[in-house]
């Protein structure tokens, strides 16, 4: 087969994915705008219509990690938060179904800013939000640069600093002019398909992946282009960025749970929970033996109930 003809079969297959995996995957909940970036959420709980009351407990925030969605909450605590309080999850720009505007919101600090004025949007001012693998980096941030509008945050196997090395090749591979893109939009979606069992079962050990796992929090999304591109630029940069934030963390005063898989080996508690501790005197740590980077799927029951408890104790008010 002539190289051209193979090259036109790829680009065709690529540009597939995003219409097919989008049908597939469609939005489960409702879109607001925001700065000009069309973000999608689910919003749901006690005292989730506009103007009604505020809840017992303060409403929450959940904002997903790399290479993820809202689903990964939805599939997981968020049903079983709602029964007490008002819960937002979101899709951060270019994931999920919230499209990605190049070069806008390129660091936490932006992003924790975008989602609470969604948040702001929708009637929930100040909520406490939770942050889950890259998305500690937005609740870190967010406690740091706008301390006034949030309640707290949640660190749930959450990216609290920084680290050496260079980024894993196909993250470096993303930033590559015309290859990083020509990548993307061919070959990303038959490869990546290939290896997406396996590396769903990296990320969940040492725990077992659960049953459907893969449809329900919709993870074929991460074969898109686009959100290949936008989670690569992600990752190349976080650790430079949060080398820049965590020297402000004794700025914190509002409350800060960190609830970590100590077999997390992703981020590792030692790095992203342990140094915390010392540095932010708001700062509570419950750790779970045997649990791995998505607490939330391995003990849904018990992460839904520490978070509770010590929602209890945040004043509503604050």
Known sequence: MPRSVLLALLAGLGGCATPVLNHRYPPLGEFVEVEGQRLHLVDGGPQAAAGDPAPALPPLLLVHGSNSNLRDFEASIAPLLREHTRVISIDRPGFGHSPHHRGAWRNPAEQARLLLAAAAQRGVERPVILGHSWGGSVAMAA????PERVRGAVLLSGVAGHWAGAPDFKHRLGGWPLLGPAFAHTLLWPLGSLLLEDAIGDVLAPNPVPTNYTERIAAPLALRGGTFLANARDMRELSEWMQELSPRYREITQPLLLVHGEADTLVPWWNHGQRVLPVVASARAELLPGVG?????????????????????????R
């Open 143 to 146: 406690l740091v640069e706008h």
């Open 293 to 317: 980077h998505s607490p939330h799927h391995a003990a849904p029951e018990a992460v839904a109930g520490l978070l509770l408890d010590w929602l209890r104790g945040v004043d509503p008010a």
